[in-house]
């Protein structure tokens, strides 16, 4: 009786909150520190300092970016569609933490160990783009208007593309469990890891990432350049902050999910004991660290893609490449090499 | 289990409730928004059901992509809502005998066919893979008609691209081969500038 109590009581609810809240809350200070570090890493690649006012070299930034935004209020632009304008940042802003469900940091340890997570994380990063759309809808503004449809666009288009190289992945682990999937690389250090018999699927995967998140060199939606600011034109204050929560929150989802599918998520690059002795947890966080600068050394190298260059990049480039990568995982697997490959 | 009641009887209800919003809603936008909340629930009882591959499809195919086409479309439409409204009236007992025709052979069907007395399925064991089993009845049990309803598929895409497709003379596409083919030399050639020596 007391296991039943345990399993699906009050309990149950009260340790799915705590759990929720462990993944939470180190999740939203990542997203508050990695605006600083994108500000400082661009900063010193621009040979200038970045912030570095507020605390300790800026290190308190975050904090007042996020005061500032607070307090500022949120103006409703008078010809906006007034609820689909509030509920849009919301949109864009559930999705991004939601996916972080099925998530796992390490042997089954995730909010939801869910059989199906690969379908989940893609089912539901998919969803972000209605935020985006809504938003550029109800602003009534050609701005945001323009930004939402190049969003809606790009999306669609890349999310082709990240589905099959999710394939390839899924070929070779022969499970949606994200959990079975890293330990599906396990054995010989980083030579084991999926980036390289999936070497396109892996490049594919987080240029698309790259892509879906809106971040340079294809910020189309935004496009300061030519449409201001794209869907979030006319947003303000904490509206205007959960379009930006919500971008970092999938920056971040983009780079660990990466780590998990092709790096080899917790295990260490060189099976020594000296390497397996760190925590395999910190393993995970410095790949998702060394790719989330990656994303910031790309947006600061890049110039931005033209619109029609991203789709042809998206349906031209991608989903062919994917395709035919299929076919060969496919063919390898039928040969000798599946002893090597699984 | 009570609490999986609650929420079947929560999700139909909103599901029921946003597919006539759907229909009953005077904007465009907000029906294609509601027809994304009914998608949204029925793919929340078809994991409540246990099959949470058929579920999280739904979400992949008709919200993630489906859907954003259409809204997409939608948005773009300027609908003029008075036009719209002509001859509701006129349509009316058209559309209500369709509507009540369809309703009754669906009650035909469920009264005299095995369909309607299906036996509840037993318990589903912990840890069953619905995406193996499903995978591996379709392509072994089901191969050739799911094969040939692929292919009709990709029949109607070449179709509809054919059918879409003009190819207009005098427009200023770029020609990407082309553009790929470019080298430095070809653009720009350094002249030396520096005078005779002094």
Do not use: C
Not at chain 1, 234 to 252: K, T
Not at chain 2, 44 to 70: D, S
């Amino acid at each position: 009786m007391m296991h039943d109590f345990y399993q699906t009581g009050w309990w149950a609810v009260i340790w799915s909150i705590i759990k929720i809240l462990i993944v939470v809350v180190p999740l939203l200070l990542g997203v508050a520190y990695l605006t600083l570090a994108e500000r400082k890493v661009i900063g010193y690649m621009q040979v200038r300092l970045g912030p570095n006012r507020v605390g300790f070299r800026g290190s308190l930034q975050p904090i007042a970016d996020a005061l500032k935004l607070m307090f500022k209020e949120v103006i409703i632009p008078s010809s906006a569609n007034r609820f689909l304008f509030l509920a849009a940042p919301v949109l864009a802003f559930v999705p991004a933490l939601l996916v972080w469900a099925a998530v796992p940091f390490g042997p089954d340890v995730a909010i939801s160990n869910m059989n199906a997570g690969l379908l989940y994380v893609l089912a539901i990063a998919g969803l972000g783009v209605y935020g985006i759309i809504v938003a550029g809808w109800a602003s009534n503004s050609k701005y945001a208007f323009l930004g939402a449809m190049r969003a809606a666009a790009q999306l669609v288009a890349y999310e082709i593309a990240m589905g099959f190289a999710l394939v390839g992945v899924l070929m070779l682990a022969q499970t949606l469990n994200l959990s079975k999937i890293v330990e599906a690389q396990a054995g010989g250090g980083f030579w084991s890891w999926y980036w390289l018999p999936l070497f396109p699927f892996f490049l594919v995967y987080f240029i698309s990432g790259v892509a879906e998140t809106n971040r340079a060199p294809f910020d189309v939606a935004e496009g300061e350049s030519e449409i201001v600011a794209g869907f979030h034109v006319e947003y303000s204050g904490m509206a205007f902050a959960l379009f930006f929560l919500a971008e970092y929150a999938n920056m971040i989802f983009v780079s660990l999910l990466t780590t998990v599918l092709f790096l080899g998520g917790w295990y260490a690059p060189i099976n020594t004991p000296l390497l397996t002795w760190i925590p395999g947890l910190v393993w995970l966080l410095l790949k998702t660290a060394f790719l989330l600068y990656v994303f910031l050394w790309i947006r600061a190298t890049f110039p931005r893609y033209r619109y029609d260059q991203i789709m042809r990049l998206g349906w031209k480039v991608f989903i062919p490449v994917t395709i035919a990568w299929i076919v060969v995982v496919g063919i390898a697997l039928e040969t000798p090499m599946r002893a090597i490959l699984r | 289990m009570i609490i999986t009641t609650v929420l079947f009887y929560l999700f139909s209800a909103i599901l029921l409730g946003s597919a006539t919003a759907v229909i009953t809603a005077r904007n465009p936008v907000y029906a294609s928004l509601f027809l994304v909340l009914a998608f949204f629930n029925a793919a929340a009882l078809f994991i409540l059901l246990g099959a949470e591959f058929l579920g999280l499809i739904l979400i992949l195919v008709y919200v993630g992509a489906v859907m954003v086409l259409f809204l997409f479309v939608v948005m773009m439409l300027d609908i003029n809502l008075t036009r719209l409204k002509e001859g509701f009236l006129s349509y009316l007992p058209l559309g209500l005998a369709i509507a009540i025709l369809g309703v009754l052979e669906l009650a035909v069907v469920f009264w005299t066919s095995p369909l309607g007395h299906i036996p509840a399925p037993g318990p589903i064991p912990a840890n069953a893979d619905n995406t193996r089993a499903l995978g591996v009845l379709l392509y072994t049990h089901y191969l050739y008609p799911f094969e040939i309803a692929a292919v009709i598929l990709l029949v109607a895409i070449i179709a509809a691209i054919a059918l879409t497709l003009r190819r207009r003379q005098g427009t200023k596409t770029q020609s990407i081969d082309a553009q790929m083919a470019v080298r430095a030399k070809d653009r720009i050639s350094l002249v030396n500038l520096r005078g005779p020596e002094q």
